[in-house]
Nanobody, 126 residues
């Protein structure tokens, strides 16, 4: 059984940092690509950051470029999202998801992915 468990969310002030973790079980990163997605109240889900074949092969939505970094630890089967200089518009539920297709090749698009984890809430207060 595939499980993706996101953690690390919380309440932080504007300009602060958080590090999200996604622990994967039942799959390996050799076979699946991992991405981070978010959904704010009243808004559509969007791809935030996705990993390709290496930590240097990444996709970021424009609004987080230069502030967020996605990385992985294949030995631990974990993917991380380091979020710096957080803004109120980053407030959302963050999810990690896995797919057999390279998510960076499809602009980190969220629809139709193979597996989703439960989200973790990130709230940025001004």
């Amino acid at each position: 059984e595939v499980q993706l468990q996101a953690s690390g969310g919380g309440l932080v002030q504007t300009g602060g940092s958080l590090r999200l973790s996604c622990a994967a079980s039942g799959l390996t990163f050799d076979d699946y690509y991992i991405g981070w997605f978010r959904q704010a109240p009243g808004k559509d889900r969007e791809g935030v950051a996705c990993l390709g074949d290496s930590d240097r092969d990444t996709y970021y939505v424009d609004s987080v470029k230069g502030r967020f970094t996605i990385s992985s630890d294949n030995a631990k089967n974990e993917v991380y999202l380091q979020m710096n200089d957080l803004k109120s518009e980053d407030t959302a539920v963050y999810y990690c998801a896995a797919d057999q297709n390279d998510l960076t090749a499809v602009g980190c698009y969220y629809a139709g992915l193979d597996f989703w984890g439960k989200g973790t809430q990130v709230t940025v207060s001004s």
